[in-house]
């Protein structure tokens, strides 16, 4: 008792307020919350309180805490905002477009010619804000894009008030953007200029593949990478096609073709990394490369099984992503947790891997660490943004409630059980309704563009 009593005053100190209490913006107050910090504490009930968009204040309810807004999340758990690792986000507009078709034809026969007829930056809009309503309905509060006209991205993701990390796609053919390579680079130049000082946008470079961009402009990458101190985002290991292309062009698998580019540094989130070897998941902790797993789009275009407990095992940064929801095909990261905890489950034949915490971990701060930025998001701590979710646990479906709350929220929660998004201490959604996005007005102008779609594609 006495140690408990300690440890209750230790967790109060560290715990404090840090301001006044009049001069806190936000009080959440009366729900499990869940911090995933480094003990990984529960307060049950607690409350969260936030000034200027940051964290000054976890622990358990106060009854004298105030705030000039308070929210009642009795009833609730709140938690860290959501961190989708990868996603093409305006790809929603492909939603259902082409299914069931191996992973070149898909490509190839159908999201391609879409994607020439039809991508604009007006289209590009147009998905960002669909996208953008699904992510803040499910609890997602910052998301990586690798497109095409990031700007746009940039423009709607800031108004909605959801973080992101942008990558702007490079290829070394056209882009429905911009058409050679020279125009890439000079975008993306103009693309941080525009957004390095912002609070929520993170502007990257987006090298599509190691089957899309040849060594050259790889290490033009990485060298204005570090020119620029930007992260890059790419598709790394993520089929077969791509390790026989590096193999026959470059004699290397894709891991050590871009360590030889100078790419593989703590800048670096590859999505997928399925092909990777024991040595290669070393050498990705090593250099601090990040990695986001996309466990249903992988096994929808049936590329393999990424070995997420050897790579957790060696120390590499993992979180989870849905990817596009052309390959999904919806952008709901509690499914994803589900997933991703059940497939390694079955493909190991140990019903003890990926434990439910675990797979809480990789969508909360596992993607924080994968995307570089845990000093700022992916749990909830004094000093980091006040970014957060709150889920409806009372209700049917999640009842009983035992003391196992990951259980519960990774394989009975669904996006439509969380009630409030917040994000930099910002309400996005409450009580299930937006209220930085129309979300009428944005099905209407979806409506249109999948006319149009299906027109250019003469169906």
């Not at 560290?14 to 107050?29: K, N």
Request: charged letters at 25%; glycine letters at 6%; aromatic letters at 6%.
């Amino acid at each position: 008792m006495k140690k408990a009593i300690a440890a209750f005053i230790v967790l109060f100190l560290s715990a404090g307020p840090l301001v006044a209490e009049e001069e806190a913006d936000l009080l959440i107050t009366g729900g499990v919350v869940v911090t995933m910090d480094a003990e990984r504490h529960i307060y049950s009930p607690g409350m969260v309180r936030s000034k200027d968009g940051v964290i000054v204040e976890v622990g358990p309810v106060r009854p004298d805490a105030r705030a000039k807004r308070v929210i009642d999340a009795r009833g609730k758990a709140v938690v860290p905002g959501l961190v989708n690792a990868h996603t093409h986000l305006p790809m929603v507009l492909f939603r259902g477009l082409a299914d069931d078709l191996e992973l070149n034809a898909w490509l190839r026969e159908t999201i391609f010619p879409a994607e020439a007829a039809n991508v604009t930056a007006d289209f590009v809009a147009a998905g960002t804000r669909l996208g953008l309503a699904e992510l803040i309905q499910g609890g997602v509060t910052t998301y990586a894009d690798m497109y095409y006209f990031e700007e746009t991205v940039a423009a709607e993701t800031k108004k909605a008030g959801v973080r992101a990390v942008l990558g702007q796609t490079m290829l070394d053919f056209p882009a429905p953007d911009f058409k050679s390579w020279p125009e890439m680079t000079a975008a993306i130049r103009e693309f941080q200029k525009n957004w390095e000082e912002d609070s929520l946008i993170t502007p990257a470079l987006a090298p599509h593949a190691p089957y899309t961009v040849g060594p050259e402009h790889w290490r033009e990458v990485a060298a204005l990478a570090e020119e620029l101190d930007m992260p890059i985002l790419t598709h790394l290991a993520e089929a077969p096609l791509e390790v026989e292309h590096t193999l026959k062009e470059y004699s290397k698998r894709p891991v050590r073709f871009l360590d030889e580019q100078g790419v593989l540094t703590e800048r670096l989130t590859g999505a997928h990394v399925i092909y990777v070897d024991g040595e290669e998941r070393r050498l990705l902790a090593e250099r601090g490369v990040g990695a986001a797993h996309c466990p249903e789009s992988n096994m929808k275009v049936a590329v393999g099984v990424s070995p997420v407990p050897d790579l957790l095992d060696a120390g590499v940064r993992v979180g989870l992503g849905t990817d596009g929801a052309a390959s999904n095909n919806d952008l709901d990261m509690w499914q994803e947790m589900d997933t991703a905890a059940k497939l390694h489950k079955n493909e190991r034949r140990d019903p003890t891997v990926i434990p439910a915490e675990t797979a809480f971990a990789l969508a909360t701060l596992g993607g924080a660490r994968a995307l570089h930025m845990e000093n700022k998001i992916g749990s909830l701590e004094i000093g980091k943004a006040a970014d957060l979710a709150l889920v409806d646990l009372d209700q049917t479906r999640l009842t009983p409630l035992y003391n196992n709350i990951y259980s519960v929220l990774v394989y009975a929660v669904r996006a439509n059980d969380v009630t409030h998004t917040i994000v930099h201490g910002r309400v996005l959604m409450e009580e299930r309704r937006l209220l930085t996005l129309d979300e009428d007005a944005i099905k209407s102008e979806v409506e249109k563009y999948r006319q149009q779609v299906l027109e250019s594609l003469g169906r």
